[in-house]
């Protein structure tokens, strides 16, 4: 089970994919609940996250079910990836290359000269990476 999720500065998403689909409400309650973790990360962090070229949050938090990943770009786009628990044989050096893998792609769609930042993201690339790194996590 993984859910990935991107939202705007002001906490709007612009991209969420769950797989399987069937707990989809409750991923998107827990990616929501968890901007505020990520806002008040950023926010503890202050100047030094801004001085940083990685901006990889870790784990947001832990429930009895998932880990909450976080990261935030430049530009105060967060990430948020929330994976399974069981899932032991992924380790933190993992995630933090998918989130490098996922920033790279949202890139490449903000290089677009038709896309229009901050509107939903709709694209069929993106889609396949996020697919194939969600299929390789579950």
């Known amino acids: 089970r993984a859910q990935c999720d991107l939202s705007c500065p002001q906490n709007y998403p612009l991209y969420i994919r769950s797989v399987p689909t069937e707990n989809e409400l409750k991923f998107h309650y827990t990616v929501h609940t968890s901007l505020d973790v990520v806002d008040e990360k950023i926010s503890a962090m202050g100047k030094a996250l801004v001085d940083q070229r990685e ?8 429930t009895e079910d998932y880990k ?11 990430f948020v990836m ?8 992924l380790r933190d050096n993992e995630i933090r290359s998918m989130f490098r893998k996922l ?4 890139t490449d769609i903000m290089c ?3 896309y229009n930042p901050g509107d939903r993201i709709h694209s069929r690339a993106f889609d396949t990476m996020v697919n194939s790194m969600m299929m390789q996590v579950c």
């Not at 909450?68 to 967060?78: A, C, D, L, M, Q």
């Not at 929330?82 to 044989?89: P, R």
């Open 112 to 114: 677009n000269p038709f």
């Open 55 to 62: 901006l990889y949050l870790g784990l947001l938090y832990p």
């Open 103 to 106: 920033h790279n792609s949202y």
């Open 68 to 78: 909450v990943y976080g990261y935030v770009t430049n530009s105060k786009v967060k």
């Open 82 to 89: 929330v994976v399974d628990s069981s899932n032991t044989a």
